[in-house]
């Protein structure tokens, strides 16, 4: 795929709405629409005061949803998921907030299981991830994703060994797995099935001992 971005279909394949300036202001109208209403008919019910009060209200949710949502854990539902690769013989330890690193018969995988705020979508010129081109998202996350092997002495240790960044998303995909530079972009299932359809790369005593190098570096 190299450094284009994510591999993208034929452009006979359905194409997602682009994040550019007329989705943020359609964004923006749909919002402040709501807002508006809200108000409306608060005070239709009650009075005017009422319908500004729902009117803030409703906008301090955006705002409070915009500024929040990064801080804010993966959802319950991620957790399902990540016991599919417990049960199938992955150690999954948390690497903070929505970042997860799976280690078992495959492989080693940096899971970014923020999905919500990953909703992908293709511009005219390249896909994006949220608000962020694809291309950007991916270089974030195989970055992290070296910075992990070198800690963890992965090339040293156990030459060959690598980590495939796994970026969750939500929305529709062409192909239930995109691949991107080293990364994997896919939704939460198609990801997991993934992994464990992969094949086996490292035996029990290599996956044993570098779950515990990586416990011992979050130690």
């Known amino acids: 795929m190299g450094d ?14 682009g994040p550019g300036a007329g989705a943020l202001a359609a964004q923006l109208f749909v919002r402040g629409v709501v807002v508006l209403a809200a108000g409306v008919m608060a005070a239709g019910f ?16 955006y705002v409070l949803l915009a500024t929040l949502s990064a801080r804010i854990p993966a959802p319950y539902g991620r957790g399902r998921l990540l016991r599919v690769l417990q049960s199938a013989g992955y150690h999954v330890l948390s690497d903070g907030g929505s970042r997860h690193l799976a280690i078992g018969p495959a492989g ?9 705020r990953h909703a992908v979508s293709r511009g005219p010129d390249d896909w994006y991830i949220g608000q962020i081109p694809a291309k ?17 002495h992965l090339p040293d240790i156990w030459p060959g060994t690598t980590i495939i960044p796994v970026i969750m998303v ?25 992994i464990r359809e992969r094949p086996t790369a490292l035996d029990t005593a290599e996956i044993e001992a570098i779950a515990a190098e990586a416990r011992a570096l979050s130690a």
């Not at 080693?108 to 919500?116: D, G, M, S, Y």
């Open 46 to 61: 009650v009075d005017w005061r009422a319908g500004v009060l729902v009117g803030v209200l409703v906008a301090l949710s």
């Open 136 to 152: 950007r998202v991916v270089e974030r996350m195989v970055g992290h994703a070296l910075r992990i092997e070198r800690r963890l």
């Open 170 to 194: 939500a929305g529709r995909l062409p192909e239930p797995v995109m691949r991107a530079d080293r990364a994997i972009i896919a939704r939460p299932r198609g990801a997991v099935g993934y």
């Open 108 to 116: 080693v995988f940096l899971l970014e299981t923020r999905v919500w």
């Open 4 to 17: 284009a971005g994510p591999e993208r279909p034929d452009d006979h394949h359905e194409r997602g709405p």
